[in-house]
């Protein structure tokens, strides 16, 4: 029951540019959440967006959420080396969280 | 400090051979589950916990087996492991059912072979 599904799949940039990432699901949600995992490791949390809100901000990190598309999108701004990582959407409804496959992030220093 | 502790982080075994992935969290969380992530496929929920005594399927349950008797743990089990189960392993906790983040632990890397 894969719900949240990434793009793109990678995502390779300069430091200092922006990175966005997009977030597609198919039912109804309570909330979407954004998590970030370095390689091999436990995911982390960095965001949680409900489904009353449009938009959310923490540091470099701004999250939409567009329910009636159904789809997310993650900016992260001024990107650095340490940005480097997969990022995974998921969708909290019903059924317990659902993650998507991520996104793999390359920022080039 | 509050986390998930997984044990061991690296596990190689046999076909067959039974063995217990350990996981404890010390936030007193209801919920707890297991996933494993697998390349080109993301996480799949494996088993999920809302509290004592109370375990449910998720998406790829089958080959596995869990039990939640107290709170704070909720192992892993494979009676009787397959090459096909070879994963990372992350178990994961929160307060309670929904609307809250997930706590990670950092990931078992099993390999059967």
């Known amino acids: 029951s894969q719900q949240g599904e990434e793009d793109p799949q990678a995502l390779s940039i300069q430091e200092g540019e922006n990175a966005t990432m997009n977030c597609s699901y198919k039912t109804s949600i309570n909330n979407l959440q954004w998590y970030r995992q370095n390689s091999g490791r436990g995911l982390v949390h960095l965001i949680l967006i409900r489904s009353n809100e449009r938009e959310k901000h923490s540091g470099r990190l701004r999250v939409t959420l567009d329910t009636s598309k159904k789809s997310s999108s993650l900016l992260i701004t001024a990107s650095r080396a340490a940005d480097t990582a997969s990022y995974f959407c998921a969708t909290d409804a019903r059924t317990p969280l659902v993650f998507g496959k991520g996104t793999r992030l390359s920022v080039i220093a | 400090e509050a986390q998930v502790t997984q044990n061991p982080r690296y596990l190689i075994t046999v076909t067959g051979k039974k063995l217990t992935v350990t996981c404890s969290q010390n936030m007193n969380h209801e919920y707890m589950s297991w996933y494993r992530q697998d390349p080109g496929l993301g996480l799949r929920q494996i088993y999920y916990?809302?509290?004592?005594?109370?375990?449910d399927k998720g998406d790829v349950p089958e080959g596995y087996k869990v039990s939640r008797k107290e709170k704070r743990n909720f192992p892993l089990i494979l009676e009787s492991p397959s090459p096909n189960q070879t994963s990372l392993y992350f178990c994961?906790?929160?307060?309670?059912?929904?609307?809250?983040?997930?706590?990670f632990g950092s990931g078992t890397q099993l390999s059967v072979l």
């Open positions: 916990s809302m509290n004592v005594e109370v375990t």
């Open positions: 994961a906790s929160r307060r309670d059912r929904g609307g809250e983040k997930l706590f």
